[in-house]
């Protein structure tokens, strides 16, 4: 009668087994600015099931038993298919789950929530020299080729134009889904959406590609910050 | 006839009694900023027991034997039935230790107190902008849901405004506890009191608490900061 | 029929053996933000073989079975004599591999490429105050009595003025060597070339060397660009 | 005939021995940025000995036998007595020995010079707005109380100028000595003087007061930067 809660989901000695890997990465992250105060949030799909950090958690102090898992039967599924099969009791599931969802089903294998300051105040930049409906511009930076192009594309070229859509923030997230879902539709290339005032989901078809993107694209929008301080566009157009 | 001095209160296998944990955490509050050069402090309250960090120490090496224990006898009890039980010989007691206690009166389990350049900032330019009676008040940021609303009643909605209340400083640090029991009366749900040109005071019902909503209020000064060197306002009332 | 792949190359029990310290140094370099997102890299010369970092790795967490190493025969030899004879099965060799061959031509025994922010402000910078043929220019702070003067020639003393040569970025990393080495002609005493928008190559004639050059330097970058921010003159000459 | 270059006094098992301590501290200096590049040192005086780290290594590196130790015998003495009574073989003294003797003279016992950017950055405002002779002031902010008024007078109080003296950079660090000792007679109380365009040498009568002093003057430093920039005056004069 023992693990009706599928512990077992959590149990393992391979260092990069999701359990393990997802605290590693949160601490990695919290190191980089980018989860404080439980803020932000890690999810890697492995197979049939999706782990997600859980919420309100100190995201440095994480364990594998904090881990959520849900069943993520392949191939396509109906939606209704996807549950939580594992929750730690004490604990309440990511109010991101259906936004990391929406990447996994374009394929991506791992998804990252950051409250980076860089992106947001790349948002309030964008927003207040661009207005509501613009994205995220920089083009000429050595760092964007460590940005991909679009799924099965290659990476960007060094005079190529990185854009990155902004969403609008909403009171609760799991409200962003829709307008996330839209503007995965717009971009269908980009591995990126910015939400203003909030943050970043970025996601890559595995754990090593999200991470080294939203890495890239945090140095980028840091460097858009610090070239707008010092009066130099983030694009040759201007 | 052993122990006369109450060592048996900081020695503890537990890695989060209050004896081992107010170390752990100074530590980490170092590697943030928050406590150079022996400044800020920590207190725990533990049962009718309160854990303060010394002064004057390097908050970075603090030791279990380092910590002032006081008798903090519950159900209510009269101010004198406080005093330290626990002294260790070389050490002075934390003159912020009844700035702690103001907070543990109000139901807090754990009071961080903090020199973060980003909070002395943001007091100096609220002061500036809108002069000495103002508190910091920020809106439309992710990151405000990390601070909550007031006891009972959850966290900041994203449209909130976030306000914190900023007293003068005093020479002497005790002298600040009648400004800071005053600005917990006038503002009841805060969790935390700016002190101007000095830092803050933030405080929580447990460790985990205290701790991020310390985090994410450091993350708003911050991003206030910057957001000022931008040009961009902290409310959407401009 | 062992080893075809010679892999003994690469295992070594010395600490200071390339294979075991350019993970360790890249760990280093990526916590100092110059190898973010798998950009930048670090080759080290010993003896009669160079060893490089490969491609697209995350920086912190390469293994000394990465590396690829390539034959260096000494006595002056034909560049022909250059080749792999270890690859990693599943790695790509890094596109900078004639970049430091550049410098290891050049007497050097390491040389190390960071995509430092401070340094491709520094660039762009002098790009907009003293046109596309400057190189960066600094006098009188401490710290440039940290870089050579060159080859033989001791350290740069206080007043002296540092130069370092910027090249205009490439599409393709390799398309750089040309650049690269025509400016290493015409600044013969420079132990770093800046890349426009990229970053930076620098190198010595040990690993200590280009590391503390590589850190002088960029202290130097970092500065430059607060005191530009602060309207400070980076030379005496203004 | 062993011990010809008094190894004992580097070998010991208490890690709070000088030849111990300063690789930690010189460790801890280096992240936080006051020793970049092999720039900056620590000296440390213990009974009739005086440590110092030596000249052109990775102070992150550092080892117990790559200390300097000089004879140092009390009471008074005459300078000549002064002397190296180890010296590591294969490594240069450092040139700042002359200017740690200076405070170790004034009864310090420990002394640390950092390469710090906000110091370098302080003393360029400084020249700017108040020209070559002024000094460094700052008041009315808490973390000035972790600086001392002078020996035996206590610390700064909060309303308390602070003045740190500041004396011109020589194209050889010992020949600082001179106009350093002058700083020190024509401000008996301070525990600091700046060099411009180069750092800060910080003492204390033991390692912890220098380490927790340098750390308050480097906090007030890079406050008074980000001051500085949001135009902020530093005292409250203006």
Redesign the interface.
């Known amino acids: 009668m023992a693990d009706q809660n599928n512990d077992h989901l959590v149990q393992s000695d391979d260092p990069d087994h999701p359990a393990n890997l997802i605290p590693r990465l949160c601490k990695q992250f919290y190191s980089l600015g980018w989860v ?4 932000g949030g890690t999810s890697i799909r492995k197979d049939e099931h999706v782990y997600v950090a859980p919420s309100g958690v ?1 995201k440095e102090l994480m364990r594998p038993e904090n881990m959520f898992v849900l069943s993520y039967p392949t191939p396509k599924y109906p939606p209704t298919a996807r549950r939580y099969i594992r929750k730690p009791l004490d604990l309440k599931p990511s109010a991101c789950t259906p936004l990391f969802l929406a990447a996994f089903e374009r394929g991506a294998g791992c998804c990252i929530h950051t ?1 980076s ?1 860089w992106a ?2 790349v948002t ?2 964008v927003e ?1 020299f661009h207005g509501k409906g613009a994205c995220f511009e920089i083009s ?4 964007i080729k ?1 940005v991909p192009k679009g799924p099965g594309k290659g990476m960007h ?3 190529d134009t990185l854009r990155v859509p902004i969403i609008e ?3 609760f997230e799991e409200d962003l889904t829709e307008s996330l879902e839209k503007a995965m539709e717009q971009f269908p290339d980009t591995c990126a959406v910015l ?1 203003r ?3 970043i989901y970025v996601w890559g078809s595995d754990v ?1 590609k999200a ?3 939203c ?2 694209l ?2 980028l929008f ?2 858009a ?6 009066e ?1 566009p983030w694009t040759q157009r201007g």
């Open positions: 404080t105060g439980t803020g100190q409250h300051q947001v105040l309030l930049l207040k000429d930076i050595e760092q460590g070229g060094f005079h923030n909403t009171p939400v005032r909030h943050g090593a991470k080294t993107q890495e890239s945090d140095y840091q460097l910050v610090e070239m707008h301080r010092l130099l």
